[in-house]
């Protein structure tokens, strides 16, 4: 384990007051560098379908390429390197401490935030990812340095203790993707935090707090990030409608990985329900 990682007491103390807690330095260079050469493979599509995906410019530059999209959904059922990222033993070390030994992931999104491109507007991972067990944690990695000129994430710290999941409604703001914003929440923009880390840093934050991020305002350059969900998972996840005649209490989504310890569902299988895909970009126009 990096030398750059808290303590487990520290780490846990520090996430259950503010909700967040910044792990420094927890991918060397080398491999924040392969990412960054598996993000443009997966822009291209050399590595299977993505769905809403434009074909490549032929003679485009790398760069332009990868500008070209602002997330991925699901990266993980394209690469093995994603995949293999999700599960890395720097990574979820520090989650056993803060959700315990038996965790399980279901989701991953790839960021790709050029310069103009929009961020997106107060949320809680809880209210799309509804485990409802307050174990949901995010762990959003870093690949290059994220500083509040290229859209780097603001926290509101302890917004999460309340266990209270907001309201949300559509919104207008062009600093903003097509998702939803929160609102009527007990704290002010003056509250806010921005989470300026390294590249090969991750933020690990609860799924009740409250966080956004602006645009990439930069003069040029990406500000790209891997995010992959976690739970644990001894708990349902009730994240698709059931089976017919199953209660809503039972529904238990099967797309995961098993990332620690083992899976008490296990009995169960898993499926492959979600697809890879990208998210629509605000600056082009949402449809609504």
Not at 16 to 35: C, F, K, S, W
Request: with cysteine; hydrophobic share 35%.
């Amino acid at each position: 384990m990096p030398s750059g990682r808290p303590a487990s007491d520290d780490l846990v103390s520090r996430f259950d007051r503010d909700g967040y807690a910044v792990l420094p330095g927890v991918l060397t260079p080398d491999e924040v560098a392969g990412l960054r050469e598996e993000t443009l493979r997966i822009c291209r599509g050399e590595r299977g379908p993505v769905e809403g995906a434009l074909p490549p410019v032929a003679g485009e530059s790398a760069q332009d390429t990868v500008r070209g999209f602002l997330c991925v959904h699901y990266p993980h059922k394209l690469s093995a390197l994603m995949l293999d990222t999700m599960r890395h033993p720097a990574i979820v070390g520090p989650l056993t401490d803060v959700i315990g030994p038996d965790i399980k992931s279901m989701q991953s999104m790839l960021f790709i935030k050029s310069e103009g491109k929009p961020g997106q507007a107060w949320h809680q991972d809880e209210m799309f990812i509804p485990t409802r067990d307050r174990s949901l944690t995010a762990a959003w990695l870093a690949l290059d340095d994220a500083t509040v000129d290229n859209g780097c994430l603001w926290v509101l710290p302890g917004s999460h203790r309340p266990g209270v999941i907001y309201p949300n409604r559509e919104h207008e703001d062009a600093r903003y993707d097509c998702t939803v914003e929160s609102y009527d929440f007990p704290y002010g923009e003056d509250d806010a935090v921005p989470v300026e880390i390294a590249a090969g840093s991750v933020l690990l934050f609860n799924g009740y707090l409250l966080h956004k991020s602006l645009p990439n305002s930069g003069g040029r350059g990406l500000r790209r990030a891997l995010v992959n969900h976690y739970m644990s998972a001894a708990s349902l996840l009730p994240w698709a409608p059931p089976e017919p005649e199953q209660p809503m209490a039972q529904a238990d989504f099967r797309d995961v990985v098993l990332v620690a310890g083992r899976d008490p569902y296990g009995y169960k299988g898993l499926t492959d329900i979600r697809t890879p895909r990208v998210r629509p970009d605000r600056s082009g126009g949402c449809d609504r």
